[in-house]
């Protein structure tokens, strides 16, 4: 009768075994995916919904402070916005939410040639700031007012709404946001991210979360009110 046996590995397999396992995990990490499509060397910017986050671990399995965000950029930001807007904006956490699950994001998939991988650094400008349904390229401002401000000083901003946000064109902007930290960063928000020219690591060098807010607003001002007869 033939009786299977069983080889206790040796040391060196183990060795071994963890080298490969070492490799595959380098080989998958986040910071090394390549499109170089969505970052042009004149303009890398890149905007959508972000999809993903990673939080960037060190040898000894403390956190390093750096972290890694996956966009999809083929959602345009008028769909977006139509699911997600609010008066007067939201907490980031709500508003990542919402996005999460909005319909605009649910319905686009990705793949290689919509979606980015980008490394945030520790210290880098990273604002919340809000823009208007019908703003599809400006870098939004700091109030949800401020935001329609922009609509009504730049008349063509909503003809780029309907463009795919892989190739932005950014505007003037409506002044700098609240600051943010990299824990604010969440699935379903909508980035402006601003990356290195020429540098195709995909290391950020300017965050931008942008709220959606509606065009207009249900609070009357005075001027508005209707004058008694």
Same mark, same amino acid.
């Given at each position: 009768m033939l009786r299977a046996c069983w080889v206790r590995p040796s040391a060196l397999a183990v060795v071994a075994m963890g080298s490969i396992l070492a490799l595959t995990a380098t080989a998958q #990490? &986040?910071? =090394?995916? #390549?499109?170089?499509?969505?970052?042009?060397?004149?303009?890398p910017v890149v905007e959508g919904v972000i999809t993903r986050v990673? =939080?960037? #671990?060190?040898?000894?399995g403390r956190t390093s402070g750096k972290v890694h965000v996956t966009i999809n950029s083929a959602i345009v930001w008028r769909d977006f916005a139509r699911d997600t807007a609010t008066e007067d904006g939201q907490k980031p956490a709500e508003a990542a939410k919402a996005g999460d699950q909005s319909v605009a994001t649910k319905g686009?998939?990705?793949? =290689?040639?919509t979606i980015a991988t980008i490394e945030v650094p520790?210290?880098? &400008?990273?604002?919340l700031r809000y823009r208007s349904q019908m703003d599809g390229r400006s870098k939004g401002a700091a109030s949800a007012e401020k935001a329609r401000d922009l609509v009504r000083r730049d008349p063509v901003a909503d003809q780029? #709404?309907?463009k795919s946000s892989a190739d932005p064109a950014p505007s003037d902007d409506g002044g700098p946001g609240k600051s943010l930290t990299a824990d604010d960063l969440k699935q379903?928000?909508?980035?402006?991210?601003?990356?290195?020219k020429g540098d195709e690591s995909h290391v950020a060098?300017?965050?931008?979360?942008?709220?959606?807010?509606?065009?207009v607003s249900t609070t009357a001002s005075p001027r508005d009110e209707p004058k008694s007869p």
């Open positions: #990490k &986040p910071g =090394q995916i #390549k499109t170089p499509k969505l970052l042009p060397s004149s303009n990673e =939080q960037e #671990k060190s040898v000894d686009q998939p990705e793949d =290689q040639n520790t210290g880098i &400008p990273l604002e780029a #709404k309907t379903g928000l909508w980035v402006s991210i601003e990356c290195r060098r300017h965050v931008i979360v942008l709220e959606p807010i509606s065009d």
